[in-house]
């Protein structure tokens, strides 16, 4: 109760209603927007002219490389290798290392730093890469050694795998030698290492993590030769598989591609049919995204030209989750040009959102002080400053000191989300 | 406590005390007029006497710091000898003349147990021997419970015979029935850094003693060069705080010994406050490491019995704390009343100049000016009224005055502090180092430090041992300005210590006039005072920092021996990855020559996994040799430091002192 009171002298929460309006449009207020839905057809019309401009634009808008940014010298990127340049790379370091070995002289690696004091962000890619920093891993070092050890038994491992042409996961990778590596993140970190070290990316190496990511809807691709229709996958959906490269022969008539940060609401969407309703594509990586997820994306986004909705929570994780996918993440950003869609639209829930849509107090949850820490760590980030938008959402969220989920809607109806939140939004062209 | 200070001479108390008896025994006296048998009685806690446990405790601490306090004022190397004697309750009650009485209405006991809690009881107590069974050495433990009464009874109390006997300085024959039998007898005059909480020694045991059992106590004493040995066997009239003396006689002094043995008989519990006794002991040798204790637990039963020996390490001994006189600021209104009244200086002038520290004759005649025109050096300072004290507090509070000098302290000393860490807990490494002089409310305090890493019984973590004017303190450690300021203002790592895990002992002694207790048992001293918390702050890093160093040295030398073992223990699992990589490779694709030769070579095997392995080890040889070399250069060659040996005196030989001191030795001639 005193919590209402409080939040009732704070103008900005306020809004133009008092309580009692809002308790009362409460149980008006989803007829209220319902009635405010156009004809889908309407809708569709308006998701046609978002995904021509896509399209068109697409060719137009070519991200520029770090070649042409006369930065290739400075910064430095891995790209996709076939296991057999893999293989040469392996054989011609570890050659190297044995010739020193036998000249009396032990061996080391000159190994790129990832730390984040080697990274820098690049405003004209809008993503974060890696200097050209790197220190030498020596096996006469005492500081070293192990590292250096785990390293040579890494290349050792990957070149058996390039020479067969066989996947693995990270966990299989550690269980070879459990002895040697000690823990996952261990065999985790220098494989990371590796594959910047190597100048190629983490899938090249033939490691991949498991699958998180999900995807439902008007997608159909191959997957070593098997079709696959997403649409056809029921409830579930279908895994993002954890390497990418089997992936061929997208087709899709969707118009566009919806990011859901959940499970819960990826279920709702996917049970609801809505990419039946509006033609798209749906897919979640169930909360921070994984490789697999992201390259996915990637390459869904660069070879269907369809524009990316993003639907995550208010709050600060959600739009850091969403960080992650346009810009990547701190640990990958050798590989940040792989790995990034930039141009996501937030399209909900967004804090402005809360008032708009009249999401009853009791569903708005305060924010600890961790959020509003990471809430102004965020205003601080190049990504969102770059963008008007944001900064006055996330202003706005800081200020209210309120966040909500996207579960936050079930208030109005299990089925509010795909019946009536998501058809407003985009007939309202509701993104930014 | 303060009302024993508060100025009466003990005559002029004891009259008032004898005339109020009548009217105390109605109940409803002041506190002022309560005698102090009853004030005691009703505050039994802030003495510590709260639990028969800590009441054992108590007394054995009394008694002991009594003895310590009493050859160090002539002194004398303490030595000091604590027997407790365990006395079954038929022995007691044969002593006090009670006949054993056999239970005969069992149920009317509180430990009674009725025939249903009986069977549940026995029926836990088999299914535990069953489990135990498998552990041969416990099953005799449990069997000796099972025929041992149940669970113990409210009614069982333990009683416990307590015995010290030092070499002090003992007291004379017709003195012995007052300086026990009369409770708050003393009166201090003047300002001296004391061992007591209370100042009370042990009077209060011998209160506890008459409250829980009754019997009298035994004192036998004698003088330096005296022929005889006093023996007195008295107890208290408590509420007349009168002497009631059974026996007062002269014994023969057989081999010419000068010192006190008292003897108290009471309610104690030994087996909770056994290990805070024996803490207490071994704290106490750490700070007095040039005396020697003996202590001993005689029981009943064989097995229980405990002889422990604290060896003397050094004969040197800190100097007799000084009396001094109040710091001005120091002061408080009744205070001031008080040295008027006792002061034998006529005028105010030579009054300020003589009853307090720093205030010099022209800082005297400036003060007295500044006090207002109704005051003059020459006026009388028993004429004083009420109103002009008030005056003078107030100029005290306000003027600057020079801080006290801390010359009447007698701290431990760096020295003796770390002879007696290094003889109690044998640490690994050992830093000490003692703080000037500083200033509290107008109380000097010098603050010792030391800081022990490994050793013998100390467990992982931080071991914390407090002291205050030279006497362990045990409880209420939570609050402690000593424990707060080693757990949360030090940063251990920063110093390669490792907090959990290293053994560490962190001692700080803490030396005053008057020493700043918080709560009612003055067991420690308060956070909160900024001036003795940043003391001990600097102090335990002062002592970190020496540690440091040499951590540092042996870090750096372990790493030197452990170099080669670690990085040879990798040579193996690269070579393999190597090989297995080489093996692989086919020759002819290659840019480079040489490498096409070497895959030749692995595949003729003239290279192989053990080439590797052997060039690899080759080469970690080298590499520490060579860091050997290097730091052996810059290190230089380095003795371990040598460690001064003490070695005790023969017993009974000190009587010839002719003293001959050398540069490096003192010899004495031996009869």
């Not at chain 2, 007898?185 to 850094?193: F, N, R």
Request: hydrophobic share 35%; with cysteine; charged share 30%.
């Amino acid at each position: 109760m005193s919590e209402r009171k409080r939040r009732r002298g704070d103008p900005a929460a306020a809004g133009s209603s008092g309580k009692t309006k809002i308790r009362s449009d409460a149980s008006s207020s989803p007829l209220l927007f319902k009635n405010r839905l156009k004809p889908d057809s309407i809708i569709l019309a308006t998701l046609q002219q978002l995904h021509a401009a896509e399209q068109s634009s697409s060719s137009t808008g070519k991200v520029p490389t770090l070649a042409e940014l006369g930065l290739s010298s400075t910064c430095r990127e891995v790209s996709d290798r076939d296991p057999a340049a893999v293989r040469i790379t392996i054989e011609d370091s570890i050659l190297a290392a044995a010739r020193s070995i036998l000249e009396g002289r032990g061996f080391s690696f000159s190994v790129p730093s990832r730390s984040s004091s080697n990274q820098i962000y690049v405003p004209e890619l809008d993503r974060i890469v890696l200097r050209d920093k790197s220190s030498i891993r020596s096996f006469s070092s005492l500081s070293t050694v192990r590292k250096t050890t785990i390293t040579v038994r890494l290349l050792a491992l990957i070149h058996q795998l390039c020479t067969k042409n066989i996947h693995v996961t990270k966990r299989d990778l550690f269980y070879t030698d459990v002895k040697l590596f000690q823990d996952q993140t261990q065999s985790d970190a220098v494989l990371d290492d590796v594959s910047c070290m190597l100048g190629c990316t983490r899938s090249s190496l033939n490691v991949v993590a498991s699958e998180k990511g999900v995807v439902v809807g008007r997608l159909i691709f191959t997957e070593q030769g098997d079709r696959i229709d997403c649409t056809k996958m029921g409830v579930g959906g279908k895994a993002i598989p954890p390497n990418v490269d089997h992936v061929g022969n997208m087709e899709s008539d969707a118009l566009f591609i919806l990011l859901v940060e959940k499970d819960a609401a990826f279920m709702r969407l996917a049970e609801d049919r809505f990419y039946n309703r509006f033609p798209c594509i749906i897919v979640t990586a169930k909360g921070q995204p994984d490789v697999a997820t992201r390259l996915f994306l990637k390459k869904m986004k660069t070879e269907l030209r369809l524009p990316v909705l993003a639907l995550v929570d208010s709050d600060p994780y959600g739009l850091k989750i969403l960080s992650v996918y346009m810009c990547g993440s701190k640990n990958m950003s050798y590989d940040s040009s792989n790995l990034t869609t930039p141009d996501i639209k937030w399209l909900g829930i967004r804090p402005s959102d809360l008032d708009k849509y009249k999401i009853p107090e009791q569903c708005r949850l305060p924010m600890t002080d961790q959020d509003l820490k990471t809430g102004k760590d965020l205003l601080e980030e190049d990504f969102v400053k770059k963008s008007g938008g944001w900064v006055r959402e996330l202003e706005l969220m800081v200020q209210t000191k309120q966040k909500a989920e996207i579960q936050a809607l079930s208030t109005f109806g299990f089925q509010y989300l795909t019946e009536v939140y998501l058809p407003l939004k985009l007939q309202e062209k509701d993104w930014i | 406590m303060d009302s024993e200070g508060s100025g009466n001479s003990p005559i002029e108390r004891n009259k008032r005390k004898k005339s109020n008896v009548k009217s105390a025994k109605k109940g409803k006296g002041s506190v002022l007029k309560q005698i102090p048998a009853e004030f005691f009685a009703e505050n039994k806690n802030i003495a510590g006497f709260d639990n028969p446990g800590k009441s054992l405790y108590t007394t054995m601490r009394e008694l002991v710091e009594n003895a310590l306090d009493s050859a160090e004022s002539i002194s004398v190397l303490p030595d000091i000898e604590i027997t407790i004697e365990e006395i079954s309750k038929s022995r007691y009650n044969s002593m006090i003349g009670l006949v054993d009485r056999e239970r005969v209405d069992e149920e009317l006991y509180d430990d009674f147990e009725s025939a249903k809690a009986r069977e549940k009881r026995l029926a836990k107590e088999a299914r535990a021997l069953e489990i135990e069974a498998k552990k041969p050495l416990l099953v005799k433990k449990m069997k000796d419970n099972l025929h041992g009464r149940g669970p113990k009874g409210r009614g069982d109390a333990s009683f416990y015979r307590v015995v010290c006997k030092d070499n002090g300085r003992g007291m004379a024959h017709d003195d012995i029935p007052n300086m026990f039998g009369v409770v708050l007898s003393g009166t201090k005059y003047g300002l001296k850094q004391t061992r007591g909480k209370f100042g009370l020694g042990a009077k209060m045991a011998l209160i506890w003693s008459k409250m829980s059992t009754g019997l009298p106590i035994e004192i036998s004493s004698s003088l330096r060069g005296q022929s005889y040995v006093s023996f007195c066997r008295l107890d208290i009239d408590i509420h007349r705080n009168i002497p009631h003396i059974h026996k007062h006689e002269k014994r023969e002094n057989k081999d010419q010994w000068h010192g006190a043995e008292i003897q108290v008989i009471i309610e104690g519990n030994w087996t909770t406050y056994r290990s805070k006794i024996l803490h207490y002991m071994r704290q106490l040798a750490v700070i007095t490491p040039y005396s020697q204790f003996i202590f001993r637990f005689v029981s009943e039963v064989q097995e229980k019995n405990i002889t422990v020996r604290f060896a003397r390490r050094t004969d040197v001994m800190p100097p007799v704390p000084a009396e001094t006189k109040h710091h001005p600021s120091a002061v408080d209104i009744l205070l001031i009343k008080h040295l008027v009244e006792e002061s034998s200086k006529q005028n105010l002038l030579q009054f300020l100049q003589h009853e307090f520290v720093n205030i010099g004759k022209t800082h005297a005649e400036r003060l007295i000016g500044e006090m207002g025109p109704d005051f003059s050096a020459k006026m009388p300072v028993k004429g004083l009224t009420s109103q002009q004290i008030v005056r003078i507090h107030q100029l005290f509070r306000q003027a600057k005055f020079d801080d006290p000098s801390g010359d009447c302290l007698s701290p431990a000393g760096e020295y003796n502090l770390r002879l007696g860490i290094i003889k109690e807990l044998h640490p690994d490494m050992v830093a000490t180092y003692a703080s000037s002089p500083q200033v509290f409310e107008g109380h000097p305090f010098i603050v010792e430090a030391g800081i022990s890493l490994g050793g013998k019984d100390v467990k992982q973590g931080l071991n914390i041992f407090r002291f205050a004017n030279r006497i362990p303190l045990l409880f209420e450690q939570g609050a402690d300005v000593v424990t707060r300021t080693a757990l949360k203002r030090i940063n251990w790592s920063s110093y390669k210590i490792n907090q959990m895990q290293d053994k560490i002992g962190v001692f700080v002694s803490i030396v005053s006039t008057k020493i700043p207790f918080k709560g009612t048992g003055k067991e420690y001293i308060g956070d909160d005072i900024s001036e003795i918390s940043s003391v001990v702050k600097s102090a335990i890093k002062q002592c970190c920092l020496q540690l440091k160093s040499k951590i540092v040295k042996k870090l750096e030398a372990r790493e030197r021996q452990e170099r080669k073992r670690n990085l040879t223990r990798y040579v193996p699992d690269a070579s393999r990855a190597l090989v297995e990589v080489l093996r692989e490779l086919k020759p002819g694709k290659r840019q480079r020559l040489e490498d096409d030769e070497l895959i030749r070579k692995v595949i003729s095997r003239d290279i192989t996994e053990a080439t590797f392995r052997e060039k690899l080890t080759q080469h970690v040889e080298q590499v520490d040799y060579e860091m050997a070399l290097e730091y052996a250069t810059q290190r230089g060659v380095r003795e371990e430091p040598r460690e001064p040996i003490y070695i005790s005196a023969l017993e009974g030989a000190r009587s010839s002192s002719i003293l001959l001191h050398g540069p490096v030795f003192a010899f004495r001639l031996i009869q």
